[in-house]
C-alpha cells in the first residue's frame, strides 16, 4: 500500500445558483473592491489515502465523491492526486 | 482593463484541528472506505475580475483575503491566475 496525496474539488455546476458567492460578492462590493464579475464558491477537500496503485487511489475518491463529497445533482467534481 | 479569472484556495493552518474534516472522515469509515490517513476541508473561490494587469489583479486578490475570504488567525489563503 502506497500513501497518496489528494485534492478533491467540488464545484457548483455552471448555472445554478450560488447565494453565498453573490453574498461575498456584494460584500466586497461594498468594501469598495472594484471590477469583481463574478465570484462563486466551492470546497476543496485535502485527503492523505493508502491504495495499492494511483488509478485504485482515483477510483476510491471518486466513489467517495459519488457517495459523500459532492451532490451530483448541482454539484461537479474533479479529483487531482498531488503525490 | 483585463478580465482575469483566479482561483483563490483558503485551507485551515497546519495544526489548527478541522472539526468538518474529522466528520467527514468518520463518515468515509461508516461507509466502508478504508485507508483514509486524513481529511481536511477548505474553500475555494472562482473569482472573475477586472485588473489593469496581471499583478494589479493579484494584488487586489490578497486585499480580498485579508480583509474578508479568510480569517489569516487560522487560515492561510493562495491566489492563482487561470486565465
Redesign the interface.
Known sequence: ?T?FSARV?V?LKFGVLDPQ?KA?EG??NA?G?E?????????????????TSKSAAKD?LK??CE???ANTVIEDYSVELVA
Chains 1, 2 share one sequence.
Open positions: 500500500m500513501q474539488t464545484r458567492g461575498i460584500s466586497l468594501l473592491f471590477g469583481i464579475a463574478s465570484i462563486r464558491q466551492g470546497k476543496i477537500f485535502d485527503v492523505q489515502l493508502e491504495a476510491t466513489a467517495m457517495k459523500l463529497l
